[in-house]
């Protein structure tokens, strides 16, 4: 399986599955602020670029999201995804207890918006996953 880098730093890494249409992040410490914004930023305009439809959020090192990067999400990077195909996201729980119960809210929200969300402890179970959806 072939598996391209879109941007990779300390504090994450983003994937691109071309056989798959899979976008994937992963988030190595605690992210916020523009570095938030840059790894959505980046995974959405590939995911658009290749007319992807499956995400993989691997959130296990994240902490609890801050409120003003659910904001931003919410009104600059929903939309984007949504509306150009978003149907499946494998989303990898963070450790922490605080940004489960966080993350679990967010999932609700996006299968209200017709995405189907499927919760993982492993990533590689949630790359299976999305293989198969």
């Known amino acids: 399986m072939t598996k391209e880098t879109i941007q990779e730093n300390d504090i994450f890494s983003l994937y691109y599955y071309p056989q798959y249409g899979i976008i994937h992040h992963e988030v190595h410490t605690n992210i916020y602020g523009e570095a938030f914004k840059t790894m959505l930023t980046a995974g959405a305009d590939m995911f658009i670029k290749n007319r992807c439809n499956k995400w993989l959020s691997n959130d296990k090192s994240s902490q609890k999201p801050?409120?003003?990067?659910?904001?931003?999400?919410?009104?600059?990077?929903?939309?984007?995804?949504?509306?150009?195909?978003?149907?499946?996201?494998?989303?990898?729980?963070?450790?922490?207890?605080?940004?489960?119960?966080?993350?679990?809210?967010?999932?609700?929200?996006?299968?209200?918006?017709?995405?189907?969300?499927q919760t993982f402890n492993n990533p590689d179970m949630a790359l299976t996953w999305l293989k198969k959806a």
């Open 66 to 117: 801050q409120t003003e990067d659910l904001i931003w999400a919410y009104d600059n990077w929903k939309d984007r995804v949504v509306n150009h195909g978003w149907k499946y996201w494998a989303l990898v729980m963070p450790d922490r207890m605080t940004g489960q119960i966080d993350m679990q809210k967010i999932a609700i929200g996006f299968t209200g918006l017709g995405v189907e969300v």
